[in-house]
């Protein structure tokens, strides 16, 4: 090839590569400039909106729990001095202890949504978020704060619990789910088959529910979950249950108990911890069955064996008469005779002759430290 020829083909070479280079430039500056206009706009709607600046809280509060008016002046103060977009805020009511107003709340654009109330408004604002993947917050405000013990989470400071809220990290927990029986004196009332009550650390059978659904509820706001104590005092002479027990595919065993309980986690108040093995995303639940002979002596080695095996001591010696027993299991059906009281997480849910709990891996995101 001629000299000539060969320097005109590099120069359109090079010509062409400029050209390339300077085309690749401009789309990119024409993405960038598009992309850039687009976020304006989205943030110049944002402030429009008031939404401008980070993520919007919604807090679903019982209006009922004293410090109330505190846990909103606490959560306006933060957001404001963090920038952040005007908090959302959803009262319970009687007839709706949260799911409702959750919902709401999310249909609203909420980031986070805030459960401020005690474990019933924590166990209805989670039936709504179960599964969505949006985050619930916890701003403890009642007698147990079962869950927020479990998380280690704050129990005693709104402005503590608020600044978890706000900068602390996600974590996706189990869900238990439990759908009773109903006692009745001429049939069984079952629940309703597409519904089941949600729980978060404990459902139980016997003993533990009996003193839940004794519990004095102006004691309850005078001395905290004491009352409970007070309340159990009163069943301690009562009979012991018959149950039959099925876990998952295993075949039914017949026991003499007191109290049978499927627990998530197993961290109660007083420094109790009713379930040593519990790990609350481990897609499992554990099962707890307690039985005491002997009137009070096997009711106090019972106090004793749960205070050993809190702080991981265990004593598996037979014979004795007050025991607690554990294993595991993702689903468990207990049938009892005659009936008794049951509940989730504090809450009763009356006489029942059958409690069925599975488990619901991951399904709820709490925002925890």
């Known amino acids: 090839m001629p000299d000539e020829y060969a320097g005109v083909v590099a120069l359109v070479v090079v010509l062409v ?18 992309r850039e206009h687009v976020v304006a706009e989205r943030d110049a ?9 980070g993520m919007r809280l919604a807090v679903v509060i019982n209006p009922s729990k004293e410090g109330a008016a505190d846990v909103r002046a606490v959560v306006e103060r933060v957001c404001a001095e963090a920038a952040l977009p005007r908090p959302l805020f959803y009262e319970t009511t009687v007839d709706d202890p949260g ?18 109330g005690g474990d019933g408004t924590v166990r209805a604002v989670a039936e709504a978020l179960a599964g969505t993947g949006t985050p619930m917050g916890l701003i403890p ?23 978890i809220v706000l900068g602390g990290a996600d974590r996706a927990i189990d869900v238990g789910r439990a759908r ?37 509820d102006q004691l309850k706001a005078k001395v905290g979950w004491v009352a ?30 007191r109290s049978i309980m499927v627990g998530n986690c197993g961290r109660l108040p007083g420094g109790i911890t009713l379930l040593p093995d519990a790990v609350i995303d481990d897609g499992e639940l554990d099962v707890a069955a307690i039985d005491t002979r002997g009137g009070l002596a096997g009711w106090a080695q019972l106090f004793g064996e749960v205070v050993a095996q809190g702080l991981g ?30 509940q989730v997480d504090g809450d009763p849910l009356g006489m029942a002759v059958e409690l069925e709990t599975w488990v619901e891996p991951g399904a709820l995101v709490v925002r925890t430290g």
Do not use: C
């Open 180 to 216: 009773v029986t109903e006692y009745a004196e001429d049939a069984e009332i079952p629940d309703d088959p597409d519904t089941a009550h949600i729980f978060l650390v404990i459902a139980g059978l016997g003993f533990d529910a009996a003193m839940v659904a004794d519990a004095d």
């Open 228 to 257: 409970y104590f007070v309340a159990g005092a009163r069943h301690l002479h009562g009979r012991r249950m018959h149950a039959t027990i099925r876990l998952d595919d295993g075949e039914a065993v017949d026991a003499r108990l």
């Open 313 to 342: 001591v265990r004593n598996d010696l037979p014979g004795k008469i007050g025991r607690i027993d554990h294993t595991r299991a993702r689903r468990a059906v207990i049938r009892v005779e005659d009936g008794e009281q049951a």
């Open 141 to 163: 405000a009642g007698t147990g704060n079962l869950l927020a013990r479990n998380l280690d989470l704050p129990v005693t400071s709104v402005a503590d619990a608020v600044a």
């Open 45 to 53: 709607r944002r402030a429009e909106d008031g939404r401008a600046g």
């Open 17 to 34: 590569l400029a050209l390339s280079a300077l085309t690749a430039a401009v789309i990119l500056w024409r993405r960038t400039t598009t």
């Open 99 to 116: 799911t409702g107003q959750a919902r709401r709340a999310l249909a609203d654009g909420a980031d986070v949504v805030v459960a401020a």
